[in-house]
């Protein structure tokens, strides 16, 4: 009867130790498969956290590519408003010499047309008095 029980705890103790070791495989394999399952969401993580990141440094160099174009753009309006205000500048200028030049040489010919009338006014005055002597 000791020996039948003996034996019967000697099956138990190997039926306890392989249900033992069948737990600690089972367990083993269910931290393995929650470790990678952690593994890949860390991963996800972090391919998440880097395409945000590069999303926001992209968008931060597209704001400063923006800032930048609207400096130049400012900065080539006042350019083209001072190249204007300058042109008008020059051609009111220009045009000024032009109406000065013009009125000196309409006050010239004016001068030489009242010097040529004056001339044919006493040439045509002279033959008036030669045509009365000769009447």
Do not use: F, G, P, Y
């Amino acid at each position: 009867h000791e020996r039948e029980h003996d034996r019967e705890i000697s099956e138990l103790a190997a039926k306890h130790s392989e249900e033992m070791e069948k737990l600690r495989a089972e367990l083993k394999e269910e931290q393995r498969h929650l470790l990678d399952q952690l593994q890949q969401q860390m991963a996800a993580t972090h391919r998440a956290e880097q395409e945000q990141a590069q999303l926001q440094s992209q968008t931060l160099h597209n704001l400063e590519l923006e800032a930048l174009r609207l400096t130049l753009n400012n900065m080539h309006t006042s350019q083209l408003e001072l190249t204007q205000s300058n042109l008008r500048k020059e051609k009111e200028t220009a045009l000024v010499e032009l109406r000065e030049m013009l009125n000196d040489k309409r006050a010239q010919e004016v001068a030489i047309l009242q010097s040529r009338h004056q001339l044919e006014w006493e040439r045509i005055k002279e033959q008036c008095l030669k045509e009365k002597e000769d009447l």
